[in-house]
């Protein structure tokens, strides 16, 4: 789960004692087994639920949640969907299957500064039907209405948003999909996955090294099998020809990379284990 998600139960005022976190399986995708058991309880203690928030690309390992099945539970359930999408999301332009019912999620998130190449920060939320987010914002605008003593002078311009001033960050994604055509995405985000392909490929023929999450889109979470992997990437990070984050992954530290950029080539995903052997082997001098 993304950090967001607690931070917008907080905004609305729930409390985040309020989130219930759900298990995952050994793949990383939430259990939908656990799901309804949770909301059962819920409702059994006196509880409220309200919504369920899936994951299409987790940020970790970019894991994708059975968004079909979870959008059954909601159906049934008379909850919101929500899909964090805001990784992995637009990788459905390059492989659909994949996301499975996507369609049926109430709102999705998107960051277009990561699969569609943007600059930080623009990102958009999407709702299945606009009525809900209308709705959602009219008692604001009832109330800026009601503190005027002439209803008529009383203006309030907003769109969907909790944010108030902001650049106009549609303007370049806008331009940029007109120029390049969805295509050239579709073609990008391939590449990225391909890379991926290629990387987990790689770290499996090495006797060094070892994936410790399945590669489900972009996102490749490995280790060292016998070195300090903090302390590799650390000096991975001062040798300055490969950047690579960390993530933590059922209680072990990970070394994680993730293909985001429409310029890397096979070359710079080849160099990825080179550099990582090479950290290694300075560590001990």
């Keep these: 789960m993304h950090f967001s998600i607690p931070k917008a139960v907080a905004l609305l005022g729930i409390g985040r004692g309020n989130l219930r976190l759900i298990a995952t399986d050994d793949n990383l995708r939430m259990r939908t087994d656990v799901l309804r058991h949770a909301i059962a309880e819920d409702r059994q203690a006196g509880r409220v639920p309200i919504a369920i928030v899936a994951t299409v690309g987790t940020v970790v390992s970019g894991a994708i949640d059975p968004i079909l099945e979870i959008a059954a539970i909601a159906r049934a359930e008379d909850l919101w969907l929500h899909a964090d999408g805001a990784y992995g999301a ?38 299945r039907d606009p009525e809900a987010a209308r709705a959602a914002f009219s008692h604001s605008a009832d109330y800026v209405r009601a503190l005027s003593e002439d209803p008529t002078e009383a203006f309030l311009f907003f769109e969907e948003s909790i944010e108030l001033t902001r650049r106009f960050r549609a303007l370049k994604l806008w331009m940029s999909l007109q120029y390049h055509g969805r295509r050239a995405y579709r073609q990008a985000i391939e590449r990225d996955l391909r890379h991926a392909q290629l990387l987990a490929d790689a770290i499996d023929a090495h006797p060094e090294l070892e994936l410790i999450a399945p590669v489900a889109l972009s996102a490749v979470c490995f280790r060292h099998r016998s070195k300090d992997n903090e302390a590799i990437l650390r000096r991975l990070i001062a040798r300055d020809r490969v950047y690579l984050s960390n993530a933590m992954v059922d209680g072990q530290f990970a070394l994680r990379a993730c293909f985001v950029n429409h310029r890397t080539t096979e070359e710079d995903v080849v160099a990825i284990i080179g550099e990582v052997m090479a950290a290694a082997d300075e560590i001990n001098q």
């Design 90 to 127: 637009l990788a459905a332009l390059a492989v659909p299957e994949r996301f499975d019912g996507l369609a049926l999620a109430d709102s999705v998130s998107l960051d277009a500064h990561k699969w569609l190449y943007q600059t930080v920060d623009c990102s958009c939320l999407l709702y």
